[in-house]
């Protein structure tokens, strides 16, 4: 099993994103299951989601502690992401411009950057949680067109089109390092 | 069909859309709301051919969902906790006025304090409203105990309560096979009710009843529900026959078959409960998961049945039997296996009261405490 815990701010949509994730995987024939975490409900208060993917039916009912993958849509929630507990070889995918200042294995996407030139921006903050979702569909290795259907399935054509651009852009320009020092 | 992904209150509004109901009476509290929000917009959308009461408080929505059941409606409704504790009233009042309904008891813990996430003792409280209730543990089976429900209220004139985990179920989300419409039909045809309330009818309902009266129409309320066993387990098993999933009948051996220790539960924690058996395998104990699907009418004879003698049986509770000194179910399943006399042994934990977490390494940690002080 692999699992996925996935750290950001009320109101960026970090639900969605397990959920748009989950939708996408679930198209590659894996089980998968979504655990998000209600604490305080109000924007910008620190929220989670865990997701899970195996080859067979998932029975955990319990919150994540020992994620293989750490997701963060802010850099800044680094440290309060590693006091919840990671997997040892726990690695990280995160909407930043320069590497974590971990020594792990670490994805990087300007997620924020990529809204922006898409225009994928409500209320003034841009909509991060698409750009992640292809970031983290490219990093799972689950095929483009699986991430575009469940973004065709959330969204009406009008809605799905920036979203798809940003998702693909995404998708496309994540790059993975090897962190530096911890 | 193809399995789709959905959260357990997606799964409960879809099953309920699939069992064409007529009435639903609803009022917001979470984590129950979501449902009430999907069955609102399918009915809005004209995707469902019934009629939404948005009432002031969960006592009418109880009330409502009575009136609506004499009146020959099939009826839905959804709640939580103090919800669950408002509706305590009519609940009595429905049971004993052999109305048939189906409500979904997302579990959640009750006041004071406030506390927003799982535990039973919503649900636990009401044991002995003579109601039914199930209690599941994946988002599947949410979906089909909806369907199996309306089948069984619908025969036995008996409320039915399938209660699942808040968060954990209800806003997680798993994969999960609707039914084709054309075999939820077929497994669950029109509801014709043997009598309504209605101004060609000339009976009257609920009036004032003299002790011979009172006390015959109670005592059938409980040998119905004692009959309601045979009838859970043979639509389970009409419902596997044509639908083709299996859920256990009013219980579940999760687990090699010549264990001798039990971890009894219900809810979610039954699913993690099977890693928590893989974990003691490795501590050289065999051990298997039995998991309570059905906890009114309590299953006495399948556990008096299938428990092997010199069992050792530990019990999780996700409720306090307040004054007993532990969990409904611990005094549920003593008492049911007091007769056979032989060398059970049984004992208990209240746990994950409130939302403590219960992954499987906890549980395991637990059992093997508490099979350490059986072997004391």
């Given amino acids: ?182 | 069909m193809s399995k789709i992904l959905n959260t357990g209150n997606g799964a409960c509004a879809m099953a309920v859309k699939a069992a064409k109901v007529d009435i639903i009476a609803a009022y917001p509290i979470t984590p129950q709301t979501s449902i009430a929000e999907k069955l609102a917009a399918y009915v809005a959308q004209g995707e469902m051919d019934a009629k939404y009461l948005p009432v002031e408080s969960e006592h009418s929505v109880m009330s409502a969902s009575a009136a609506a059941s004499a009146a020959g409606a099939r009826t839905f409704t959804a709640t939580s906790s103090q919800g669950l504790l408002y509706m305590h009233e009519v609940l009595h009042y429905t049971a004993g006025g052999r109305l048939p309904l189906v409500i979904a008891n997302v579990n959640r813990a009750i006041c004071a304090p406030w506390c927003l996430y799982v535990d039973h003792q919503d649900a636990v409280s009401q044991r002995d409203t003579g109601w039914i209730q199930f209690f599941v543990s994946t988002i599947q089976e949410i979906y089909d105990t909806i369907l199996l429900a309306y089948k069984v209220t619908e025969q036995i004139e008996i409320p039915v309560m399938v209660n699942y985990d808040g968060f954990l179920l209800s806003h997680s989300m798993m994969p999960f096979e609707p039914a084709d419409q054309a075999l939820v039909d077929a497994f669950l045809p029109a509801y014709e009710p043997n009598w309504r309330l209605h101004p060609q009818w000339g009976g009257t309902f609920g009036n004032v009843a003299p002790a011979d009266e009172y006390t015959a129409h109670r005592r059938r309320l409980a040998e119905d529900l004692e009959k309601a066993k045979e009838l859970i387990e043979s639509e389970a098993r009409n419902f596997q026959d044509l639908i083709g999933r299996w859920h256990g009948g009013l219980l579940d051996w999760q687990g090699p078959g010549d264990a001798e220790v039990l971890l009894v539960s219900m809810g979610s924690m039954a699913s993690e409960v099977q890693l928590a058996v893989q974990l003691l395998e490795r501590h050289g104990i065999r051990a298997a998961g039995l998991r309570i699907r059905v906890f009114r009418p309590f299953p006495r004879e399948a556990l008096a049945r299938i428990i092997p003698a010199g069992a050792k049986v530990l019990v999780f509770d996700r409720n306090h039997a307040y004054g007993t000194g532990g969990g409904a179910l611990l005094s549920e399943i003593k008492a049911a296996l007091y007769d056979r006399r032989d060398n059970i042994q049984i004992t208990g934990r209240v746990m994950g009261v409130g939302g403590e977490d219960l992954p499987a390494s906890l549980l395991a940690s637990q059992a093997l405490e508490m099979w350490e002080e059986l072997n004391r």
């Avoid at chain 1, 099993?1 to 639900?15: A, K, N, S, T």
């Avoid at chain 1, 209600?38 to 919150?63: H, N, T, W, Y």
């Avoid at chain 1, 294995?105 to 300007?110: C, T």
Wanted: hydrophobic fraction near 50%; include cysteine.
């Fill in chain 1, 1 to 182: 099993m692999l699992e996925l815990r996935i750290h950001g701010r009320g109101g960026q949509g970090v639900v969605t994103l397990a959920e748009l994730l989950a939708q996408a995987v679930l198209k590659t024939g894996q089980e998968v299951q979504t655990l998000p975490f209600f604490g305080v409900e109000r924007r910008g208060a620190a929220v989670k989601a865990a997701l899970r993917l195996d080859s067979q039916p998932i029975l955990v009912r319990s919150l994540s502690y020992r994620p293989n993958m750490i997701v963060l849509l802010n850099e800044n929630l680094l440290s309060l992401a590693l006091s919840e507990g990671a997997a040892e070889d726990v690695f990280f995918a995160a909407n930043a411009r320069s590497p974590l200042p971990v020594n792990a294995a670490q994805w990087l996407v300007d997620a924020t950057g990529v809204a922006v030139q898409n225009q994928l921006i409500f209320a003034g903050e841009p909509f991060i949680n698409v750009p992640m979702l292809g970031a983290l569909c490219r990093i799972l290795d689950v095929p483009e067109p699986a991430m575009e259907s469940a973004i065709r399935e959330q969204w009406e054509e009008k809605t799905a089109r920036p979203n798809l651009a940003a998702a693909g852009q995404a998708y496309h320009s994540v790059i993975k390092i090897q962190g530096g020092a911890a």
